[in-house]
């Protein structure tokens, strides 16, 4: 990718966040994630609930 982005978020009341970037390998990704109040299966349950409203025809 040669486009070269910034993003700033405000995520003072944030939960959670995810942060996935290009890798330095062809095809792979880079994650940054981390959450404040919310545990590793309650994060990982609203990921997926999100991911199915990209794709719903994945979750059936």
Known sequence: ???TT???V???DALAFVIIRPGTTEGGVS???A???LSKPAAAY???QVADMWDPEASK
């Open 1 to 3: 990718m040669s486009d």
């Open 6 to 8: 910034i993003t700033a």
């Open 10 to 12: 405000d995520g003072t």
């Open 31 to 33: 994650i940054e994630a």
């Open 35 to 37: 959450a404040k109040g």
């Open 46 to 48: 609203v990921l997926r």
